[in-house]
């Protein structure tokens, strides 16, 4: 069982850059690859990016590339999100995920859910 925990949500100007941070409040990310999706209002939730169980494999959303680096540190239990040049239309609930690989994540196989936190963007 693993219980995670998102955090660093909150809002800003466009432009501006935001990091979220995802840790597991119990159990361990270090076997799972981990994700980030995102929920905007009246939108079906979206995967963003995803990362391997090491760090070698990462992957992301076409609109997210380029914008957003995933990363994680297994020492501290914790995957990370940084988002840069944000715009209005990045504004949304962003869910951290833990999968089984990177490619169940993009797929939406999904073992455990983060409650989500909120992000919004003013133009």
């Known amino acids: 069982q693993v219980q995670l925990v998102e955090s660093g949500g909150g809002l800003v100007q466009a432009g501006g850059s935001l990091r979220l941070s995802c840790a597991a409040s119990?159990?361990?990310?270090?076997?799972?690859?981990m994700a980030w999706f995102r929920q905007a209002p009246g939108k079906e939730r979206e995967f963003a990016a995803a990362i391997a169980v090491s760090s070698g494999r990462r992957i992301y959303a076409d609109s997210v590339k380029g914008q957003f680096t995933i990363s994680r540190d297994n020492a501290k239990n914790t995957v990370y999100l940084q988002m840069n040049n944000l715009r209005p239309e990045d504004t949304a609930v962003y869910y951290c995920?833990?999968?089984?690989?990177?490619?169940?994540?993009?797929?939406?196989?999904?073992?455990?859910w983060g409650q989500g936190t909120q992000v919004t963007v003013s133009s």
């Open positions: 995920a833990a999968a089984m690989s990177t490619t169940q994540a993009m797929g939406g196989v999904i073992d455990f």
């Open positions: 119990v159990g361990t990310l270090s076997r799972y690859a």
